[in-house]
């Protein structure tokens, strides 16, 4: 399966990308922004795309078309402000999810947020554009045809992975306060090979 990672200079995407290399199958490319994040991938042996989310729809489809699958793991990151937050977090997984939804793409895999749902939780934070994004472009997923899983891990460290994950449920709604970016890249790769993670919204913490 070819896998397209895109935002794969972050935390969590870089550790995507080797869990998905270290899977029998499995073949990844990273999607990145500039060309001096390549050096981490070429180190790796992974193929890379430097590629701006900015870029237009049908851009985007040139380079989705030839995967199976995509991860999309991109953020705008916490210094910017509410504009780049909707045009990445929003608007870019939108064309993204477009694309590969008119490219056949047989996997899409969102990496979203914990409470993106609940609007009197962002109520709460000094995050609330953010969770609007998560919440909106969750809802264009599940509203596509896509085979899709959305993770909505809670807060992130970078502590070694647990190996052990608390998901939320109808019965039981409470989440823990922390997830390790290793554990959130070992469920990436789960939803691309289980097919128990199919057209699921997986909400979690350690």
């Known amino acids: 399966m070819k896998v397209l990672v ?3 200079n972050g935390k969590v995407g870089r550790l995507a990308v080797e869990k998905i290399k270290s899977e029998k199958g499995m073949e990844p490319t990273a999607m990145i922004r500039k060309k001096s994040q390549a050096d981490f991938f070429k180190g790796m042996e992974v193929d890379f795309i430097e590629k701006d989310l900015s870029a237009s729809k049908e851009i985007l489809q040139d ?3 030839n995967f199976d699958a995509v991860v999309f ?12 937050t909707l045009e990445i977090d929003l608007d ?3 064309k993204c999810m477009e694309a590969a939804e008119e490219s056949d793409v047989k996997k899409f895999v969102l990496v979203s947020a914990a409470y993106a749902d609940e609007r ?14 998560k919440h909106y472009a969750d809802l264009a997923l599940k509203n596509s045809s896509l085979n899709y899983s959305i993770l909505r891990p809670v807060s992130l460290t970078d502590e070694d992975a647990k190996g052990q994950y608390h998901f939320k449920s109808e019965t039981d709604d409470s989440l823990g306060d922390s997830v390790s970016r290793e554990d959130v890249a070992n469920l990436i790769t789960d939803c691309l090979t289980k097919p128990e993670f199919n057209r699921r919204v997986i909400e ?3």
């Open 92 to 94: 870019a997984a939108v």
């Open 120 to 133: 009197e939780f962002w109520d709460r934070t000094a995050l609330k554009p953010y969770y609007i994004a």
């Open 204 to 206: 979690f913490s350690n």
């Open 63 to 65: 380079i989705i078309r």
């Open 73 to 84: 793991t991109a953020g705008s990151g916490g210094n910017t402000g509410a504009e780049k």
């Open 6 to 8: 895109i935002g794969a």
